[in-house]
């Protein structure tokens, strides 16, 4: 099946079954990023041209010594987008299109930088929270599937090399759960341990490992489907117009993977919102619904981060 086909299969199926209720979600949403917009922009316009954050990842030498690097970084505002937020809709691809299986989904993350890098080995603390809805729109009363909440709080280290930022290191304890009780209550913590790398400026690859400790009575095989831990891998063009991302997740069984993809374009230059494409494809999208299979593919719009983001 094309790409072509599912895109269109989906804006048909939006078309068909409450339109005007999905135009007033998606204007909200997009009223959203007046609240977070210069959270995400002003990690390089906040400093001096000089000291563009860009400039820290180039193969060039621009500063002179690893506090100056420190101190540009530690200019960037403390509050900001974490991941993706995003509004989006869209169809399953394995099992029938109904109004009860398409649905929409968002996600609201941001992040608040505690200290600057003062602490041991040059270390900085932040918090972070993710909230995962699944929204059953097109339904009958429009009830809320899943919603997924994952607050955390770790401890980063940027890495230098010759002057060069190559990337960040974390440690984080997290928790996720789901909020439901009885049959219905998803719940696990755990520390994770993650590095992103910054290849070049437009490419950055990602890993990070989990030691959980899942204490739902509902969900004691979560690993099973959820794995312990994930790559990620990032790519723009140089004015970030477009932005190509892949997370690869590897569940019990060998060669059992867990994939999402997208692909975000810039619908103007002086904002950072984006149309959005995603494909998700394996299990655990979906605390609630962590054990049964899914594929889906859903469009929308998106306010990403910073592509040099620290966190």
């Given at each position: 099946?094309?790409?072509?086909?599912?895109?269109?299969?989906?804006i048909?199926?939006?078309?068909a079954?409450?339109?005007?209720?999905f135009?007033?979600?998606?204007l909200?949403?997009?009223?959203?990023?007046?609240?977070l917009?210069?959270?995400?922009?002003?990690s390089?316009?906040?400093?001096?041209?000089?000291?563009?954050l860009?400039?820290?990842?180039?193969?060039v030498?621009i500063?002179?010594?690893?506090?100056?690097?420190l101190?540009?970084?530690?200019?960037?505002?403390?509050?900001?987008?974490?991941?993706?937020n995003?509004?989006?809709?869209?169809?399953?691809?394995?099992?029938?299109?109904?109004?009860n299986?398409?649905?929409?989904?968002?996600?609201?993350?941001?992040?608040?930088?505690?200290?600057k890098?003062?602490?041991?080995?040059?270390?900085?603390?932040y918090?972070t929270y993710?909230?995962?809805?699944?929204?059953?729109?097109?339904?009958?009363?429009?009830?809320?599937?899943?919603?997924?909440?994952?607050?955390?709080?770790g401890?980063?280290?940027?890495?230098?090399?010759?002057?060069?930022?190559?990337?960040?290191?974390?440690?984080?304890i997290k928790?996720e759960?789901?909020?439901r009780?009885?049959?219905?209550?998803?719940?696990?913590n755990?520390?994770?341990?993650?590095a992103?790398?910054?290849i070049?400026?437009?490419?950055?690859?990602?890993?990070?490992?989990?030691?959980?400790?899942?204490?739902g009575?509902?969900?004691k095989?979560?690993?099973?489907?959820?794995?312990?831990?994930?790559?990620?891998?990032?790519?723009?063009d140089?004015?970030q117009k477009w932005?190509?991302e892949?997370?690869?997740n590897?569940?019990?069984?060998?060669?059992?993977?867990n994939?999402?993809?997208s692909?975000?374009?810039?619908?103007?230059?002086?904002?950072?919102?984006y149309?959005?494409?995603?494909?998700?494809?394996?299990?655990?999208?979906?605390l609630?619904?962590?054990?049964?299979y899914?594929?889906n593919?859903r469009?929308g719009?998106c306010?990403?981060?910073?592509?040099?983001?620290?966190y």
């Open positions: 099946m094309s790409i072509l086909r599912l895109f269109t299969g989906s048909k199926f939006i078309i079954n409450s339109m005007n209720k135009i007033k979600y998606i909200i949403f997009l009223l959203f990023p007046f609240t917009f210069g959270q995400t922009q002003d390089t316009a906040i400093l001096n041209k000089e000291d563009n860009a400039d820290l990842f180039k193969r030498t500063y002179r010594s690893e506090k100056e690097i101190d540009a970084i530690d200019k960037i505002p403390p509050f900001g987008i974490y991941k993706d995003f509004f989006i809709t869209g169809i399953p691809l394995n099992q029938k299109i109904t109004n299986t398409a649905d929409a989904m968002f996600q609201i993350s941001i992040r608040h930088r505690l200290t890098s003062i602490l041991p080995f040059g270390t900085f603390a918090l993710t909230q995962k809805s699944f929204w059953n729109i097109y339904a009958e009363s429009s009830p809320f599937r899943d919603t997924n909440y994952n607050p955390g709080v401890l980063a280290k940027v890495i230098l090399h010759k002057n060069r930022l190559l990337g960040v290191a974390f440690i984080q928790h759960s789901n909020g009780e009885k049959e219905e209550s998803r719940s696990w755990y520390l994770s341990l993650a992103k790398y910054y070049n400026p437009q490419f950055n690859i990602s890993g990070e490992f989990w030691l959980p400790y899942v204490d009575d509902n969900n095989d979560l690993l099973d489907y959820k794995g312990l831990g994930q790559i990620n891998v990032s790519l723009t140089a004015r932005w190509l892949m997370q690869l590897q569940r019990k069984g060998f060669g059992n993977i994939t999402i993809a692909i975000a374009f810039k619908v103007s230059k002086s904002s950072n919102q149309l959005f494409l995603r494909f998700q494809d394996g299990y655990g999208d979906s609630l619904d962590y054990n049964k899914s594929m593919v469009i719009m306010i990403k981060p910073d592509f040099y983001s620290i």
